[in-house]
Structures are given as C-alpha cells and as structure tokens.
C-alpha cells in the first residue's frame, strides 16, 4: 500500500469511528422507555430526535404560565448540554413546540416526537409542565447532571397521550422536628415536580417547634422556633421565605399546603406563650419525640384569637385553596373540648376563604360538604368523612409514611405502622384500602415524611427514594396499569438517572439494578 492508501483508509475508519460515536445509544424504541410514572399510551415510529445547540423552544400561546414551561424546560435542559435553547415567543415547525390543546382535560398532555420536532400539548400549562417530565425521562440519564456532558442528546419518536388518576399527587415534609432550610426544601420540591406530583404539604408547626413567621405573635418564632428534636439550633421560614418557596413550588405547578397542628401537637406555642396555657403557665421547649401531651386551651377566648390571627397572616401568603389544621393524636385535650375547637378552627379557616384538610380525627366534627380529611390511621374515620360528604386524601400510615424503616435494619426511621420496603409502598391503590371507599370519595393520595430520626438531605434522600416515584405513579396511572412485576424493571431503569441527580437512595435489595449502580446506600 502506498502512503495515500494508507491515508484514505485511515481517514475512512476515522470517519465510521467518529460517525458511530455519534450515533444515538439510546434506544430509539420509545415503548422502551422506562417512564414514571407509567403513561396511559406510548407508541414508537423507530425514529431519533437529536436536540442540538441549535434547538429552540417554541411557544404557540401568549400564556403566562406556558412561558413559564418555556422558562422551566430551558433552565432544566442546560447545566448538562450546555446549550442555551432560546424561548421563543411564536410557534415554530422545528425544535420543541409547547401548545395548549383545549380538547384536553387541564392536567393531560400529548407528546409527538418526530425527527426534527417535539410537540408537547396540553389541556393548560400544568399539563404541557407534566408532558415536559416525560420528555426529561426520554433523554439519556445524564441530562440530569450538574455539568456539561457529551450528549448526544438523543429522543426516541413516536406520540405519548397521558393524564393522572388523581387530582392530588402529594407529599409532605416535616419541617419542625428538624428544620430544613429554603435550599433544601427547594430540592425537595424538585423531586415532586420529576414525577408530576402536584401538592407540597408543609408540616410547619408541631411540640418541637414553630417554623413559620406570624408577626401579631412574634415570639412563636423567635422561642418557639429556636430548638428541634435532639436540641440543635432549630430554625423558621420568615413570611417572605415561604413565599419564596411558595412561588419556587407554582413554578413547578405545585400548590403549598401548609399545616398548623392543633389543638395537640402546640407545645412550641404554649412555650412562647404562656396565656395558651389553661395555667397561664409557659411550657419548657421540648426536643424529644413523644406524642400527645400538649393542648391549646380550648376554653380561651385568646386561643381564637391566636388562630384566627395565624390563619389571617398564613392565608394572605398562600395563594392555594387549602390550609391543614393538623388535629391529630391531641390525647391531653377532652373530647367534648376537641370538637368545639375543630369546628371553630374550620370557621375561621373558611373565614378566611380557604378549605380546611385535616387529619382522619377531624371527621368527628361538623365537616362541610367538600372539606378534605387525610387518611393515616384509622378507617372508621375515612368512613365517617364521607358520610359527611367529605373528601379523602389516603396517606395509611403503614403504606404511605416514607419516615418508616425499610426493614429492622435501616440506619434511620421509625416503625410503629410498619416496615415499608419498596414493594409494599408500591402495592396498593388508594380504591382498595377501606371498604365501601372507592375512587369518587378520594381526591388522591400523600406520602408524608416526618422528621423525628432525619437531620440532613441526605437522611431525607434515603427514606424518601426510590419510595416516592412509586407514590407518584399510584396517583398518576390508572390502576389496571400498574404491577410491581413491571414497575420494578422501569424503577431500576432510574438508578443512573437518579445518581445523575446526586441522590443519596436506599438500594433495596428485591429491585433489579443494574450491576453498575454505585451510589446508593
Ligand atoms: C404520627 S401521622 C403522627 C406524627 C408523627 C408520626 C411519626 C400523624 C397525623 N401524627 O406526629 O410524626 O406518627 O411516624
């Protein structure tokens, strides 16, 4: 071979090199796309998007909040290309198109990939916000990175039609036995928001401590909020930091539900102030993790006052219909007592136009036809709500509560409901908990994680994945759907995506991961 051969060949493998290189790994068949949760269809047309530099971001609609879609997919799509993707402002035939498709109930979405082109409609924002999820879960994992990765950033084609089971897809976080601050309940936030999860409940008061700034009553944060579990330095949101995060959260099309738990569960209030006390006398903060002792006093003309003035300043700030008042476990506080206090709580609530939710324990008082109560412990009540003509959120605390342990030997949790591991969080339908509750009682389900043994994010990452993508899909896809036996493959599928987001997850063992998953506990 002369010189010149040599050259051509080389230069010929070169080029078949550098061409397969940049070829598409990922499967271009789109039903083979681990997505969660599961969408209603998927069909594939064996096709590759390759989103490019280039690549723009389309909006056929003057939409407030589809430009937020624009903005949100823009922001999500960049740290781990590196390209900047411009918001367009009119509708274009390339790129990604987000539309509004007014035949489509408000949470649906289609997508239709093709090979130039990406079109995500739907019934309002929220449901095109849901269709851009999905489109997150068709790139390759490494998109979820902090930094700039090779790409390519391919996506299979082909069209996805999909909406939820359930219009309240929730979780909960418990931010007064270990307080967390602005950032990490952003992350959090950020979780819900990966698997269309839509309601954020802020567990922000409780004996351990007051974590939200009341201004008629400024001692609640200042003493009240001042400790946590185990004694450490505690903390609180001021009212401009939870509108922060409010707006963080309706950004993400999520709603803030905040909780104030009364009339037990107060041990932070009657330490700070002393006239909550049927004694008039102050409590000592407290930072263990017993339930159950505390009471506002429920013969108090100052006890309305203080709720009433909690409730005003707490709903000018929350833009969401609904305020919680906790009314759990409040064993210190006379029945007769706990019924006269819950049905004023409700009318000042309503007073200041917004739809009380509590816990199962409420149904004992006099609901209001469309008040929400939440499951967690005792069926007879779920059962009892109805009968009102409330509505249900189902949170069993022995399938749903992500503070539970894994099993006897998790580093963290507690297991008074149950062992949770991954499977039994999964294998259950919200329909099929209580009998005579079916779906039409039910607005949706919520996993709360209460925060005795969390401290840190990465206690949190721990008990919450991979839980809470499960939760997410039993809210999200209808119930003839879904199987554990398939499930399991798709969350295994998500280990590389969610080391990719740096979460901290509980490997656990009957889930098939891939051998190379290394990042889990
Ligand atoms: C019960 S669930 C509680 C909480 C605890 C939780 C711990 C509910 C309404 N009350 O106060 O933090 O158990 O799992």
Redesign the pocket.
Known sequence: MNLLRITIVAGILLTAFALSSCAPQEPTDLTEAAIIPLPASMTATGGTFVLSESTEIFLASEDQDLQKVGAYLQDLLAPATGFELPVQKETGNSGIILELDDQLAAEAYSLKIEDDQILIRGGSAAGVFYGAQTLRQLMPDAIESASVQPGPWTVATGSISDQPAYEYRGAML?VS?HFFGVEDVKRYIDFLAAYKMNYFHLHLT?DQGWRIEIKSWPRLTEHGGSTEVGGGKGGFFTQDQYQDIVQYAADRFITVVPEIDMPG?TNAALASYPSLNCDGKERDLYTGIE?GFSTLCVDKEITYQFVDDVMRELAAITPGPYIHVGG??SHSTEKEDYLTFINRAKEIVESHSKTMVG?DETAQADLAVGSVVQL?ANPDFATLAIDKGARLIMSP?DRA?M?MQYDSTSRIG?H??AYIEVPDGYKWDPAEVIEGIEKQHIIGIEA?L?T?TVENMNDIEYLVFPRLPGYAEIAWTAREKRTWDEYKYRLADHASRMEAMDIGYYKEPVVPWPADSAFAE
């Open positions: 418990d036995r409780d569960h339930v759990d476990e816990w967690w605390a509560y503070d507690l008074w409901a709360p209460w005795e």
